[in-house]
């Protein structure tokens, strides 16, 4: 089983500032990975898909990239709603699995 | 508009078993590949289990393999999930998913659409 370690655990930031979320493989997954976000309360929102790949609607200061065990989620410039949590998870082979995520909050 | 509708969850014993269900509407649901998602209350995302567009082939992770079983019946838009064997560490909101549909190569098993989950709670 490939596990997802992510980095760091809780990120604390200020409105407009950059946050940073890796996410380490424990093999090569190549590109196979994807990003999601979980507000309190709700459900997962799948926002970046095979790494680097924004899926529609989602807006541009999040961006995706990172390729074989290292991946990076970078939101450029945050936003009230951007505060949630943030998960990445691979379909590299079976099983599937998600990192232990990792939470963005206001500083 | 496209909505998954889980149920099934409640309370059950230790090595009690349940069967979860999901059903589709809004969009064919032979159309999609599909997964089964669980979150313990107040942890993360954990990938369960995952059934092809006909239902021939499933997937599992390892701690749910052999106690846990996929089935799909698409005339009747309806997922379903047998528990069997059921353990504390089961217990956890299930969510059944979609599987994004525009990957390069087409479907791809990310997780799209979601339902709003059924709560599972193993305990004596």
């Known amino acids: 089983e490939i596990v997802l370690t992510q980095s760091p655990a809780t990120l604390s930031l200020s409105l407009g500032e950059r946050a940073t979320l890796s996410c380490r493989a424990s093999q090569d997954i190549n590109n196979k990975l994807a990003w999601y976000q979980q507000k309190p309360g709700l459900t997962p929102s799948l926002l970046i898909y095979d790494a680097s790949n924004r899926v529609t609607g989602i807006p541009v200061r999040f961006s995706g990239s990172g390729s074989g065990t290292d991946f990076t989620l970078t939101i450029s410039s945050l936003e009230p709603e951007d505060f949630a949590v943030y998960y990445c998870?691979?379909?590299?082979?079976?099983?599937?699995?998600f990192g232990g995520g990792a939470k963005v909050e206001i500083k | 508009e496209m909505r998954l509708l889980e149920s099934g969850g409640g309370l059950v014993q230790p090595g009690g078993s349940l069967r979860l269900s999901c059903v589709a509407s809004?969009?064919?649901?032979?159309?999609?590949?599909m997964s089964w998602v669980r979150q313990a209350p107040g942890k993360g995302l954990e990938w369960v289990s995952a059934?092809?567009?006909?239902?021939?082939?499933?997937f599992y992770a390892d701690s749910v393999k052999g106690r846990f079983a996929s089935s799909r019946d698409n005339a009747k838009q309806t997922l379903y999930l047998q528990l069997s064997s059921l353990r504390a560490e089961d217990t956890a909101m299930y969510y059944c998913?979609?599987?994004?549909?525009?990957?390069?190569?087409?479907?791809?098993?990310?997780?799209?659409?979601w339902g709003q989950g059924t709560l599972v709670t193993v305990s004596s």
């Open positions: 998870q691979h379909r590299y082979n079976w099983p599937h699995t």
């Open positions: 059934i092809s567009h006909s239902g021939d082939d499933t």
């Open positions: 998913a979609t599987h994004f549909p525009h990957c390069s190569s087409g479907s791809c098993s990310y997780f799209d659409h």
């Open positions: 809004g969009f064919t649901l032979s159309d999609y590949a």
